[in-house]
């Protein structure tokens, strides 16, 4: 009963390919999160949906694509891989609303760690 | 732009010692968390601190929030090996909406 799932868990790519990151989530929460974590592991927000709209969109190249087909998931598509890309990428979870006893904290799934070669 | 800042960054002591890691932000916030993290694995959220004076103890650790000084405390009583970790302040501001802001991490190291 994993709350915030990611597959894969590794991926190993060359440059210039595409791929996709999925996330799930089981925890019934309205708002999910993908966040690089660089060499340093410095945490970035990359991106927010809630219930399927995007509330958060950094600056991040347009080759990063979110689609959330409903509010358990979230996946992201990354274009045209570059050695840059190499990171960590968490996915994450909460509700966006504060409600009784419920601080909004984010859950993070396991994190997928891309290599781009 | 809120901005979220730690220290030490890296800290390394011994087991039974007590030490202190520091968060301060930049402009008023809504909310304060601290994560830890081990190697090669996910975050874990520790503790939530929503308002000033805020006080949270979990065994070793206990966790304080000043908002007039725009400070968060993470104190370590006699530390032990277990606890080698970083560990992230993350701050939502008050009109972040739910973005989480977070510090670059305290990398922890307790040495036998």
């Known amino acids: 009963d994993t709350a915030v799932s990611q597959t894969p868990k590794y991926l190993v790519t060359q440059m210039g390919n595409d791929k996709s990151i999925k996330c799930e989530q089981n925890l019934g929460h309205d708002t999910m999160y993908w966040y690089k974590q660089d060499s340093k592991k410095f945490l970035k927000i990359m991106f927010s949906y809630n219930n399927k709209e995007l509330i958060i969109n950094e600056t991040v190249p347009n080759r990063f694509s979110p689609k959330s087909p409903d509010k358990a998931h979230l996946n992201l598509h990354i274009n045209s891989l570059e050695l840059g890309d190499s990171a960590v990428y968490f996915c994450?979870?909460?509700?966006?609303?504060?409600?009784?006893?419920?601080?909004?904290?984010?859950?993070f799934g396991p994190g997928t760690r891309l290599t781009v070669l | 732009e809120l901005k979220v800042e730690q220290n030490p960054l890296f800290l390394s002591m011994q087991e039974g010692k007590n030490y202190t890691i520091y968060c301060n932000y930049s402009t008023t916030s809504d909310r304060l968390y601290w994560y830890r993290q081990d190697p090669g694995k996910s975050l874990e959220s520790l503790f939530v601190?929503?308002?000033?004076?805020a006080v949270k103890q979990e065994g070793r650790l206990m966790a304080s929030l000043d908002t007039k000084a725009r400070l968060s405390t993470l104190h370590i009583t006699a530390a032990v090996h277990d606890l080698s970790a970083t560990y992230f302040c993350a701050v939502v501001g008050e009109t972040s909406g739910s973005r989480l802001t977070f510090g670059e991490g305290t990398q922890l190291t307790v040495n036998p």
């Open positions: 601190l929503l308002s000033n004076g």
């Open positions: 994450a979870s909460s509700r966006l609303k504060r409600t009784s006893g419920d601080y909004n904290e984010q859950f």
